[in-house]
């Protein structure tokens, strides 16, 4: 199972990285998993300066369909993750975090 699941965060770091649109040293990508749907940020830093709104051509649902696998992977682990921060440095190691509650000021939608 931990096989699987570094498969599936290489497979997550690929999709990202090499989906960014446009020149960067480093970045932040951070994800929360809720009931349905998931909240995600991208940021990349180019010559020290931090740019949010990152020009992206991937496909989020294939990134998103990885993020399930692998929170059901922790899950029959009984691992209870709700989010996922990856970063990376260009030459450096890819980093990864995994986040037990959420932040205050991200609350999940009502359930219809």
């Known amino acids: 199972m931990i096989t699987e699941d570094v498969k599936l965060l290489n497979d997550i770091f690929a999709i990202v990285n090499e989906g960014i649109d446009e020149d960067y040293d480093s970045f932040l990508f951070r994800t929360y998993i809720y009931d349905g749907y ?3 940020l991208l940021q990349t830093t180019l010559n020290g300066q931090t740019n949010s709104t ?3 051509k991937y496909n989020g649902a294939v990134v998103s369909k990885y993020l399930k696998a692998l929170r059901n992977n922790a899950r029959t682990r009984g691992e209870e993750w709700c989010g996922l921060v990856m970063s990376y440095t260009k030459g450096g190691k890819v980093n ?3 986040e ?3 932040p205050e000021d991200h609350q999940p939608l009502p359930k219809c």
């Open 38 to 40: 998931s909240v995600e």
């Open 54 to 56: 990152v020009k992206k």
């Open 96 to 98: 990864v975090t995994f």
């Open 100 to 102: 037990y509650k959420y």
